[in-house]
């Protein structure tokens, strides 16, 4: 069973026990709706040697990450974080000065974006060490934004060029890859150090015109299918409008690698993917000072996504990042 099948069974499962007034699993966050304000709930959880290897990131980038992450989440809704709570299972071999760092990462980025941290919980763990991070937020009902409102023949966007973190990654894992340091520093600070786009999801938010949106957390491969599902639609990506950064394009060309799989599989972008019945890219930039791209446009042909490039089919078969 995959991880979209395992999702799948355990909604049906528990769906008897959502009321009117909730909604779970399906979206970046679970709400409890209100007459105005609603309330939004989301969850991550970083384990050592998935989603993190130790002696790779330095525990002040990881405590920065394993808040941003969340917080990601809460802007794919358009919504406000309100709080955090953080719990962590550490190994005996973690020293007291590496969770002091790992802490002071945390708090800049509750400071930042005015995130209390509320509450949590501490455990041993045998080997590798665990983090979960639970962060609240609000939003107004009126304009929240879910995964399910996408439309046939909505422009698709993205909030930055993709593949950077994925690139970043490749590079930290491969001993004789050729770069140089202003290119490697950029792609491992993407890697380490995600922004969420908190401004960008409070604006989409107010405007009528953009439909459906979630974060970018798996690869536009895997995180579009989920728009796709929900919203019972299909998409066209044109590939060439894929944006990715010079320094991605640089170190690829280097070392033989894609980048337009890195863009497409890699995932840990942890910028915005939604759609709008309009382009509105230009009000964006003027209004947030965020360059959004338009890749493609969803269609009527359910669950599918055809990758095309000027206008032409392409065999491709891009898979992004799974979990099991």
Same mark, same amino acid.
């Not at 980048?259 to 947030?288: M, N, R, W």
């Given at each position: 069973m995959g991880e979209f099948e395992s999702i799948r069974n355990i909604r049906a499962q528990f769906a008897s026990l959502v009321d009117q007034n909730m909604e779970g699993i399906g979206d970046d966050c679970a709400t409890i709706m209100g007459s105005d304000l609603s309330q939004l709930f989301t969850t991550d959880i970083l384990v050592e040697g998935i989603h993190f290897l130790r002696d790779k990131i330095s525990p002040y980038d990881l405590g920065r990450k394993s808040l941003s992450v969340s917080l990601s989440d809460i802007a794919a809704m358009g919504g406000t974080a309100q709080s955090s709570f953080l719990s962590v299972a550490l190994p005996p071999t973690i020293s007291s000065d590496w969770y002091d760092s790992f802490i002071e990462g945390y708090r800049s980025v509750s400071v930042e974006y005015s995130v209390p941290l509320l509450g949590g919980d501490t455990s041993r763990s045998l080997r590798d060490i665990v983090i979960n991070v639970l962060v609240t937020g609000t939003v107004s009902e009126s304009c929240r934004k879910c995964r399910k409102s996408g439309i046939a023949g909505d422009l698709i966007f993205v909030g930055s060029t993709l593949g950077n973190a994925a690139c970043g990654l490749k590079l930290r894992l491969t001993s004789d890859a050729i770069y140089d340091h202003e290119q490697s520093k950029f792609l491992l600070q993407a890697q380490d150090n995600p922004r969420p786009q908190m401004a960008l999801g409070k604006y989409l938010s107010q405007r009528s015109e953009v439909h459906a949106m979630m974060d970018v957390s798996d690869g536009i491969a895997s995180d579009l299918l989920h728009i796709l599902e929900e919203s019972n639609v299909g998409a066209e990506i044109q590939l060439e409008k894929v944006p990715l950064s010079s320094e991605m394009v640089a170190v690829? &060309?280097?070392?033989?690698?894609?980048? &337009?799989? =890195?863009? =497409?599989?890699?995932?840990? !972008?942890?910028?915005?993917?939604?759609?709008?019945?309009? !382009?509105?890219? !230009? !009000?964006?930039?003027?209004?947030?000072?965020?360059?959004?791209?338009c890749i493609g446009r969803l269609t009527d042909r359910i669950g599918q996504i055809e990758w095309l490039l000027n206008n032409v089919p392409q065999q491709n078969e891009f898979k992004g990042f799974t979990h099991f």
């Open positions: 690829c &060309q280097a070392n033989g690698w894609s980048p &337009q799989a =890195l863009a =497409l599989e890699g995932g840990e !972008d942890y910028c915005l993917l939604f759609t709008a019945k309009t !382009d509105i890219s !230009d !009000d964006i930039f003027v209004h947030t000072g965020e360059k959004v791209y």
